[in-house]
C-alpha cells in the first residue's frame, strides 16, 4: 500500500520510527471494541506506522492488555514494529506509583505482562517525580541539601531505568512532562555515574501550546541528541473545530468527567482560539484538506518533531490523519506565515525550523 | 479501614514506606503460633502498613518461612507491601556467616527460598564485619595497611550488595548496626567505584538509646540522603511500664536466657529509669494513653525516623501499637519539652527535629 | 591429517585463529546444495580451520541455517571452532536494519536462533552507519553538533555490542568496512564509557585493493590491538585468471545480477588488470601453483593480517585453496619485489610487513 | 570431632579458608578409586577442613568428575564448603586453552558442567599467558608497543573473569603460578576499568621453594590484600624422607613418566638436600613427629600462608597430615632458628613471620 508515512531517526538515536505513532489513550481498553481496536492497529501498521504508544495508566492496564491481545493474533514480526509504554501510575497502594526503584521495576514488568512481550523498545517516566523528600526546615548541616535531594531521587529514577534497560525489558528509556532542566538533570546524572541517558521527551504541541517544543527541545537536541514526541495535535478534539458552534451532544467535552474541558472550551481564552479556528479553516480550505489535517500537518512541519502521536476513536478517522500528511508538503512558507500571523502565539527565543 | 498510618521516603529515596513497619524477630516462627502470625499480619496490611522486617537470623530462619507462607496464602499484590530481611548470621559453618561475597550472596539465595519470593526490597547488613585480619603485627611495608584493609573489606561489601541488586534479588540495600563512620566508608567505596549506596540505616532508638539517631544519622541524612529505619522504641519491653514493681513471673525478663535483661532492670541504672517511666506514665495519662503508646508517638515525633519496627505478639497489641500514631499530634512543643526534662539525656550535638 | 594450517592471536586478543577463514556468502544456502556445503564444511574442520564466518544477510538468512544444521549434526565441541556473523540488513522493515540498540540485539538473537548456538564468537557490524541525523540546516546552538551526531551514533553502538557481549551472545565484537576513523571513534567512545572495544576489522584485500590493510590497519594493530581479517582475496574470482579471455558463459560476471561485476572486467582499468594477472601468472608458474594460490598465499604473507575468509564452491577448491598456505614459504623477497613491480600499485605510507 | 583445623580471611577477602585444603591433582580421577576419593573427602569435610582444590585439567577432567559425583551424594549444604577449580588448559583445540575469553568462559562452563555444580567459589587462572603476540619485528609506530600488547592482553582476562563472577558462576578469582608482576599488571587493569581484582595466588612452598612467598606475596598482601593459597609442601614426596637412601621401586619417582623427579633427586643438588633433610629428620624426631608432618607445619607456621594445598592418596595419609597442625604451636623460635641454619637458603629480602 502507498503511503505518506515517512521514517526518521528519534533525536540522535538510531531508532527509525513513522512520523506519527498510533496512541492508546482513551480509546484501547476503554471507549472502542476490541475489534475496532484491532482494525485501526491492522491499518496503521499496513499504512506504515511502526510505533504504538501505550502506558500502564491507560485505562487502568485495559489498554495495554488490548494492544498485547491483538499483537498475540498478528503474525507481524517483533522486530518490525515499536512498541512503547509509561510508567509512574501503577496501582493503588503507597508503594506503586512514582519514579522510584521499585515501581519501575514492578510496574515495568506488569506492564510486560499485560502486553505479553519480552521487552518494550521505549520505556517513559510518565512525569516527573515532585515527591522528593521536603526539606523546608531548618537544615543544619548544608544550604543546599534541597538540591542535593533531587539528585538522589534523579540517581535513583536514571540506575532503575537503566537496570531494566540492562535486563532486556526495554531497548531505551525516555521522559515524558518533565521540563528541560529535569531532563538535563537526568542527562547529567547518567553522565556522572556513567549510565544510559533518556533518548526522547513525549511532549504537548498543537497550535496553542508551542512554548517547550518550540525553545526548550531544539537546544536539548543539539546539545544531548533528545528526539521530540508530541501528543495532542487536536487538543483533545478542540482543534477539529467541531467546538465552532459550543458543545454538541455527543462530543468528549459534554462527557461528565471531561467537564475541565467543556470549561476551557467555554472561557475566553477558548472563544478567542475558536476565532483563530475558524480563520485556521480558511486556509485548510484552501489547501483542500480539513482543520484537523492541517492541525497534524503543521505538528510534522516543524523539523524538530520526529514523531506525533495520534489517537483515533475508528480507521477512518485515522485514514483522514494519514492523509495529513501529504498535506505536510503543501504548506508553503506562505502559508506558514499566515498560520503565524492568525496564531500570534510564536514563542521569544523560538526555534521552529521548517522542514 | 481508616488508619492513622501515614507514608513518607525512605531517606532521599523513592521508597515510600509506611511510618511503622512489623518486626517478626522472637515472634514470628518462635513464641507465637502461624495462626496468630497471619492474624498479626493481615492486620497490619490491612491497616495500611506496608513494611514487613524479618532476618535470616529470627528463630535461625524459621521467621522468613513463616512470614513466607502466609504471603504465600494472601492475595495481596506483591507490589503492594515491603519486604526487608537481614544478612550476617546463616549458619554455623565457618563460611556460612559475616559480610563476605560468598555468604551475602548464598545468605540472601537462602533467605528467599524461605521466603518464597523473588526478591526483597531491601536487603541489610545485619552488623558491621569487624572480621577484618588482624594486622598487629610488624608491617613492613606501610603503616596505614589497617585502615587499608578495611577498605578491601567495604569494597568487598558493597560490591557483594551492588551484584544481589543487579541480579534482581534486591531492590535496595541497607546497614543495621552500623557506626556513622563505616555507612560513610560504604558511601565513599560506592562512589569510588560506582556502586549502589545503601540508603537506610536501621538503629536502636527509644527514650533511653538516643545518641546515634539523633546525633549521627539526621547528618547523614543530610549528606547521603541515607534514610532512618528504628527498633526497640518499648526497649525490650521495659517501656511498657510493667517491670515498675520488679520482675513479673510471665515477663520476657523472668526467661531464662534473658537473665541479661533482668539485671538490667534491676541495676541501679535500671531503678533509674523505672523512676523516670513512672513520671512519664503521668504524662501519658494526661494524653490519654498509655506509657508504651507515649513511647512509641516519642519515636514518630523524630522527624527524621520515618519508620519505627514494632515487635508484637499478639493482633490486640498491635491494634493497641497503631492507636499510638494518633498520639503524636498530641505531643504539643509543650509536652515535648516535659519529657525532655524527665528524660534529661538529650545528647550534646543533638539534632532531634519534631515533626 | 597433517595441513598447512596456522593458528596466530587475532589482534591482541586471546583469541587463537586459523589462518584461513571459511566464508559462507553466495554459497551456504544458495548456490550449493546443503550436501555440497557440510562436505565443505568438514573438509574445512578436518582440515585445521577453526573460523566460520557468515552474516545475517546472506542468502537472507539461509546462509545461517544451513551453517547451523551442519554444525547441530556434527558432534565437533562448541569450544572448538569459532563462529562469526555480521549484523546490519536484517530484514525489509525500517527497525530492521541499522546499526541501532533495537536491530543489533534483535539482530543477533534472529542469527543466534537460526545457527541454533547460545552464542557467537565475533560478531561484526557489518557496515558503519551513515544514518546520521542530517545536520546540514542552520544550528544555533553549536557549530559542533554534526560530530556530536556522531559520537551520540558510536556511543549507542558500542553500548550494544557491549550489551550482546555481557548477555553472553558474543565472545567479542568487530567491524566490517568501518574507516580507521570510524574505528579509532568507536575504541574511544569505549574507553570513555568503560564499554568493550571491537577487536578485529573484516577488511577487502588483494593484488588491486590494498590502501586500507597496508596503511591505516597497522597503525590500529599497534595502537589498539586491531587485529585484521581479509575477504575476497580473489576479487570475486578476476584473480584466478578465468576472466583473461572475456566473459565464459558459466562464469559469475555473466549472471544477470552481476553486471557491475562484467562492466568492471571490461572496463579499461579491468584490462590493464587482465595484463597484470597475465605476467603473475608466470610467477605462480615459476613457483608451482595457481595464479589463484599465489592471490591467496601473498594476502597470507602481509604480516598484519592475521585470517583470509576463503570462499568456495565445492570442496576440491578449498583443498586447493589450503594448498596455496604452503605457497608462503616460497615467496621470497626477490619475489615479493617482482609482484611488487607488476603491481606497481604499493601505496604511499604503507606497511606490508612480510612473514 | 576434635580438630586442629583453623580458619583465617584469605588475604583481605572476607572468605574464611581453613588453614588447609584438599588438593585433587594425581589422585581424583585417576590414582585412586572413587571410594578411596570419597572416603579421603568425608574426612577432611569432617574434620572441618573445607576448601577442596582442583583445576580443569587434572586427570583431562576426571578430577572435576569425581569430586562432582561424590558431593552430588553428600548431603552437606553448599555454603559449608569452597570449591576452587583452574582453567588453561582445557582441551586439544587451539581455542581450547589459554587465557582467553573464549576459554575462560567455555572452560569455566564446562568445569561446572563436570563439577555438577552452579558456580565455584574461586576460580584461578592456572598459568599466566605468555602467548602475547610477538612484535620482534619493526614497529614503526611505537617502541612501547610490546609492553601495550601485554595490557590488552591483561584487560581480556580481567574482563572475563569479572564477566564470570558477574554471571554468578565463581564468587572471587585467583592467579596460580603468576608473577608479582604479572598479579600487580591485573590489578591495576582490574583499577583502571573497574573491574574485579583477583584475591589470591596460588604458590608452591617448601622447605627448598621459598622466594615467592616470603619475597614477593608478603608486599602483594599488604598492598592489595592478596591471599596466599600454597601447594608442594612436600615437594612431590621429596620431603617425606622415602628418597634418602635412593629411589624406592614403588615410589612415584620411579615412574616413568617421572623421570624429571628420580634425576632431579639423584643430581648434585638432590643430594645436598637429602643431607638436610637427615638433619631436618632429627628435629621432627624431637618433636615427635615426621618429617612430612614438621614440612607441613613449617609451612603453616609462616604467617602469610593461609593454606596450604594437602594431596593425599589414602584417608590415613589424610589423618597424619591433618596431625601435623598440632606441630605448628610446637615450633619454637629456636626451633625455627635451627631449621633456618639446617636449611641455609632464607631469601635476601624476605619476610617471614611466624604465627
Chains 1, 2, 3, 4 share one sequence.
Not at 15 to 39: K, P, Y
Not at 198 to 217: D, M
Amino acid at each position: 500500500m502507498s503511503t505518506p508515512i515517512q521514517y526518521q531517526n528519534l533525536g540522535k538515536s538510531g531508532l527509525r520510527v513513522s512520523n506519527v505513532a498510533l496512541g492508546t489513550w482513551i480509546t484501547f481498553g476503554s471507549q472502542i471494541t476490541e475489534e475496532m481496536a484491532e482494525e485501526i492497529l491492522t491499518l496503521a501498521y499496513e499504512s506504515g506506522i511502526n510505533v504504538f504508544d501505550t502506558a500502564e495508566v491507560y485505562a487502568a492496564g485495559k489498554a495495554e492488555i488490548v494492544l498485547g491481545k491483538i499483537l498475540k493474533r498478528k503474525t507481524w514480526r517483533r522486530s518490525s514494529y515499536i512498541i512503547t509504554t509509561k510508567i509512574y501510575w501503577g496501582g493503588k497502594a503507597e508503594t506503586e506509583k512514582g519514579l522510584n526503584r521499585k515501581h519501575i521495576i514492578e510496574g515495568l514488568r506488569s506492564s510486560l505482562d499485560r502486553l505479553q512481550l519480552d521487552y518494550v523498545d521505549i520505556v517513559f517516566a510518565n512525569k516527573s517525580d515532585s515527591l522528593i523528600p521536603t526539606e523546608g526546615k531548618a537544615d543544619p548541616f548544608s544550604t543546599t541539601s534541597a538540591a542535593s535531594g533531587r539528585i538522589f531521587r534523579v540517581e535513583e529514577i536514571v540506575r532503575a531505568f537503566t537496570y531494566v534497560i540492562n535486563q532486556g525489558w526495554a531497548m531505551y528509556w525516555g521522559t515524558s512532562r518533565w521540563s528541560a532542566t529535569e531532563i538535563m538533570e537526568a542527562y547529567s546524572v547518567a553522565r556522572q555515574f556513567n549510565l544510559i541517558p533518556p533518548i526522547v521527551e513525549q511532549s504537548e504541541y498543537n497550535f496553542f501550546q508551542r512554548e517547550k517544543v518550540e525553545c526548550q527541545l531544539p537546544e536539548l537536541y543539539h546539545k544531548i541528541g533528545l528526539g521530540t514526541m508530541t501528543w495532542s495535535p487536536l487538543a483533545c478534539g478542540i482543534l477539529t473545530g467541531k467546538y465552532e458552534d459550543g458543545i454538541p451532544v455527543h462530543s468528549r467535552a459534554a462527557l461528565k468527567h471531561c467537564s475541565w474541558l467543556k470549561e476551557k472550551i467555554l472561557s475566553e481564552d477558548g472563544k478567542r482560539q475558536q476565532q483563530k479556528l475558524r480563520e485556521l479553516a480558511l486556509i485548510a480550505g484552501r489547501l483542500k484538506c480539513s482543520l484537523a489535517q492541517l492541525a497534524i500537518a503543521w505538528c510534522l512541519k516543524n523539523e524538530n518533531v520526529q514523531c506525533v502521536v495520534l489517537g483515533v476513536s475508528n480507521s477512518d478517522q485515522l485514514y483522514q490523519d494519514i492523509q495529513a500528511l501529504k498535506v505536510v508538503a503543501r504548506i508553503s512558507s506562505s502559508i506558514t506565515l499566515q498560520i503565524e500571523k492568525i496564531l500570534g502565539n510564536a514563542p521569544i527565543n523560538g526555534s521552529r525550523i521548517e522542514k
